[in-house]
């Protein structure tokens, strides 16, 4: 099993930026997806983004289309998650994931979990 562990949560205000990590404790033998989702109080878990093992696909929520930006470096099996122009909508806790093929939006799919970084945007 892969252990993930996120970081670069924070506090912002409105208009500003935060740039997430999840580092994978382990080379993964398989070529692996990883992804990023969010959960905000009260409501269930959502996805945000997600990328190909090789980088060159990738799949946006759409409220985060053109503000967010997933990458990744296989070398360090580390995700990023640059998040530009943050709403206070975007305030939750922020999780990344992992699962073998391709990178998609179904939550059910995804095998292993990170316990996530507070992301707080102000108003």
């Known amino acids: 099993q892969v252990q993930l562990a996120e970081s670069g949560g924070g506090l912002v205000q409105a208009g500003g930026a935060l740039r997430l990590s999840c580092a994978a404790s382990?080379?993964?033998?398989?070529?692996?997806?990883m992804a990023w989702f969010r959960q905000a109080p009260g409501k269930e878990r959502e996805f945000v983004a997600a990328?190909?093992?090789?980088?060159?696909?990738?799949r946006y929520a759409d409220s985060v289309k053109g503000r967010f930006t997933i990458s990744r470096d296989n070398a360090k099996n580390t995700v990023y998650l640059q998040m530009e122009s943050l709403k206070p909508e975007d305030t939750a806790v922020y999780h990344c994931?992992?699962?073998?093929?391709?990178?998609?939006?179904?939550?059910?799919?995804?095998?292993?979990w990170g316990q996530g970084t507070q992301v707080t945007v102000s108003s």
């Open positions: 994931a992992t699962k073998v093929g391709a990178p998609l939006a179904d939550r059910r799919l995804y095998r292993d």
């Open positions: 382990l080379r993964v033998s398989s070529p692996y997806a």
């Open positions: 990328i190909s093992w090789s980088g060159d696909s990738t």
